[in-house]
């Protein structure tokens, strides 16, 4: 039987108990928190691909040294902006974002934040990624932006 989620975390307000969601219906949290960012900021992103799996593949995980699939949640895959040329190369596969259900739901149990936040956060510090950015600047931006 599926265990229950809620869509409202921690704020007190009742629950609304379904299973957990899809595959579908993260990535269509993600599209819709894309959809969000202002428009500047995605034109910058050009065609970039968003999916979500599960887990990430093992190859993902052995490249960065990790050994649980849910030490990640996302994944930048591709060449960042900063190290592009000015042309693309032949056969080049789109800059890709995936997103991990499985290690996004066991966070969301564990944090108790809203489903909708995390999955754009992870999001958002893929694109991060993508512009160049390392988890260290990523982490100093938001310290300096404060709560």
Request: glycine share 10%.
């Amino acid at each position: 039987m599926p265990r229950p989620f809620s869509l409202h975390g921690k704020a007190g307000r009742p629950a609304m108990r379904q299973p957990f969601p899809t595959l579908d219906e993260i990535e269509a949290m993600a599209e819709q928190a894309y959809a969000g960012l202002p428009e500047a900021f995605r034109a910058l992103c050009g065609d970039i691909v968003i999916r979500v799996a599960d887990v990430p593949a093992d190859d993902a995980l052995d490249a960065l040294g990790l050994a649980s699939p849910y030490d990640l949640l996302g994944l930048f895959q591709g060449i960042g902006m900063a190290h592009a040329g000015a042309t693309p190369w032949t056969g080049q596969m789109p800059n890709m974002i995936w997103l991990y259900r499985k290690p996004i739901l066991a966070y969301w149990q564990e944090t108790g934040d809203r489903l909708e936040d995390i999955v754009s956060h992870v999001l958002i510090h893929e694109i991060g990624h993508h512009f160049g950015l390392s988890d260290e600047d990523m982490e100093r931006i938001e310290a300096e932006a404060g709560p």
